[in-house]
């Protein structure tokens, strides 16, 4: 815009007509005192020879005004207008935009992840895990009537070898998705890993808030993945 255009015109007059409502809403809030306006955040409107930059034609500008005042004769001040700076932010806003896209993204993939995960622990410990279960339970109600001792060593041998498949289902489940994660939250769950990792070499000390509550799934698994990582790394 030229000069001759701006003056007298009033500043909600340029500025684009989705904005125009809440720009009018913060300069009215500060109609008193100053008349100061701080970090507002508008699209002005292209004047009719504004070239299209970066392919944006309304560009998003911060606006900071405020009143300005004279004096007459008799010492009395009154407000004769606005002066104030308007800085182009378009390029900021879009990186700002384009970060929170890939944060949006990266949480849903993390939820995809979490669901693929609780998907695959429950098909171990409702199918592995319970005919292993199922299958010891029987040779041990078998063996207790087996006679022969070759014939009661190599069942104890397959009962050894159950026993270990469900051993090993158990700490593939926790593995994936610890249960107590789910069931008690992440501070009984990083307790837990700690208690169950081989630390001979390594002391680990567990510092945590007794009022932390319950968080967000998301955050709890990320916070567990991250300490399993770093123990498993250690």
């Not at 500060?30 to 070239?51: H, Q, S, W």
Request: proline share 3%; aromatic share 4%.
């Amino acid at each position: 815009y030229d000069s001759a255009r701006l003056v007298g015109c009033h500043m909600l007059d340029i500025i684009h007509p989705d904005d125009r409502e809440n720009a009018a809403r913060k300069i009215d809030e500060r109609r008193t005192g100053e008349r100061k306006t701080r970090y507002l955040e508008v699209r002005f409107l292209p004047g009719p020879d504004a070239p299209v930059k970066d392919g944006v034609l309304n560009r998003t500008f911060l606006v900071s005004a405020e009143g300005h005042y004279r004096v007459d004769e008799t010492g009395k001040r009154f407000f004769s207008g606005t002066q104030g700076v308007a800085k182009d932010i378009t390029e900021r806003k879009k990186a700002v935009e384009a970060l929170e896209a890939e944060q949006e993204l990266l949480r849903h993939t993390i939820e995809i992840q979490d669901q693929e995960r609780q998907l695959v622990t429950c098909e171990i410990h409702d199918g592995l895990v319970q005919y292993a279960a199922g299958a010891l339970m029987q040779l041990e109600a078998a063996r207790a009537e087996v006679e022969s001792e070759s014939a009661a060593q190599k069942i104890d041998q397959v009962m050894n070898i159950l026993r270990k498949t469900v051993a090993e289902g158990r700490r593939l489940i926790n593995g994936i998705r610890t249960p107590v994660l789910d069931d008690w939250g992440v501070v009984a769950a990083l307790e837990n890993l700690i208690d169950e990792e081989d630390r001979a070499n390594v002391q680990v000390e567990f510092v945590k808030d007794p009022e932390l509550g319950r968080m967000a799934p998301h955050v709890e698994e990320a916070l567990y993945r991250i300490t399993q990582e770093a123990m498993t790394n250690t």
